[in-house]
């Protein structure tokens, strides 16, 4: 059983930065693949960013590529997005997410960048882009 909490969202303006973090009240944090995911009104959710349990590896959408960075602090029990350089697209909810336990037998791509592998889900935080 793992909680997870977003907060951090809100309205940014085109071009500006925007942090949000992904609280766990997990006491097995540093077992959980951590991702985040996003979904806009009328569209599926969708894969932003995902981090290992040691934070050893990182993977990122085609859309967020080099805008966006994913990181954790196991000590902390929280899971960051740090969004740069956004834009009015980035606008959607986004959702954190956990993988516990961690998926074995699967390409590391496709364990950490698919909804389906995840087990537990934050509530979302809103997150809008104004243009």
């Known amino acids: 059983q793992v909680q997870l909490v977003e907060s951090g969202g809100g309205l940014v303006q085109a071009g500006g930065s925007l942090r949000l973090s992904c609280a766990a009240s997990g006491r097995t944090f540093s077992n959980y693949a951590l991702g985040w995911f996003r979904q806009a009104p009328g569209k599926e959710r969708e894969f932003a960013a995902a981090?290992?349990?040691?934070?050893?590896?990182?993977y990122y959408a085609d859309s967020v590529k080099g805008r966006f960075s994913i990181s954790r602090d196991n000590a902390k029990n929280t899971v960051y997005l740090q969004m740069n350089s956004v834009k009015p697209e980035d606008t959607a909810v986004y959702y954190c997410?956990?993988?516990?336990?961690?998926?074995?037998?699967?390409?590391?791509?496709?364990?950490?960048?698919?909804?389906?592998?995840?087990?537990?889900w934050g509530q979302g935080t809103q997150v809008t882009v104004s243009s």
């Open positions: 981090i290992t349990t040691s934070g050893a590896r990182t």
């Open positions: 997410a956990a993988q516990d336990p961690p998926r074995t037998g699967q390409a590391m791509g496709v364990r950490l960048t698919r909804a389906y592998q995840y087990d537990f």
